[in-house]
C-alpha cells in the first residue's frame, strides 16, 4: 500500500490512468511491494485488515471458557528444540542460498 502510492506519485506523469485504476492492475500483478523492509509492515496491515472485514461480518460470538491446558513437560521442550535444529540446518545445508553463492 505504501510502495504502490510512492511509485505512481513519482512517475505520474508516464502514468495514463488515475490511481484508482492503476493501483488495483499494477498492485496485483506483482513487482510494487516494497523491496526493503517494509514489505512486512505492508503485508501485516493487509492480513489485519482482511482480519478487520471478517469480524466485521461474522460479528463476536459469546466467548466459550478457555480449556485448561499443562504446560509442555522438559522431554517435550527438548524434543521440540532438536528437532527444529535439525529442521534448520538442513534448510540452511540444501537452500538455494547455499547452492548458488557456493564456489564448485
Same mark, same amino acid.
Given at each position: 500500500?505504501?510502495?504502490?502510492? !510512492? /511509485?505512481?506519485? /513519482?512517475?505520474?506523469?508516464?502514468?495514463?490512468? %488515475?490511481?484508482?485504476?492503476?493501483? %488495483?492492475?499494477?498492485?496485483?500483478?506483482?513487482?510494487?511491494?516494497? =523491496?526493503? %523492509? #517494509?514489505?512486512?509492515?505492508?503485508? #501485516?496491515l493487509?492480513?489485519? #485488515?482482511?482480519?478487520?472485514?471478517?469480524?466485521?461480518?461474522v460479528?463476536?460470538r459469546?466467548?466459550s471458557?478457555?480449556?485448561?491446558?499443562? !504446560? %509442555?513437560?522438559?522431554?517435550?521442550?527438548v524434543?521440540?528444540?532438536?528437532?527444529?535444529?535439525? =529442521?534448520?540446518?538442513?534448510?540452511?545445508?540444501n537452500? #538455494?542460498?547455499?547452492?548458488?553463492?557456493?564456489?564448485?
Amino acid at each position: 500500500m505504501i510502495n504502490p502510492v !510512492f /511509485v505512481y506519485v /513519482v512517475t505520474y506523469r508516464s502514468i495514463d490512468k %488515475p490511481f484508482w485504476r492503476y493501483f %488495483p492492475v499494477e498492485y496485483f500483478k506483482g513487482g510494487l511491494i516494497g =523491496q526493503g %523492509p #517494509l514489505w512486512f509492515i505492508e503485508v #501485516l496491515l493487509i492480513f489485519s #485488515l482482511v482480519y478487520v472485514l471478517y469480524r466485521l461480518i461474522v460479528r463476536s460470538r459469546t466467548a466459550s471458557p478457555a480449556k485448561e491446558t499443562r !504446560f %509442555p513437560s522438559s522431554r517435550a521442550i527438548v524434543l521440540f528444540a532438536l528437532l527444529l535444529g535439525w =529442521q534448520v540446518s538442513w534448510f540452511a545445508e540444501n537452500s #538455494l542460498w547455499t547452492s548458488t553463492t557456493s564456489s564448485h
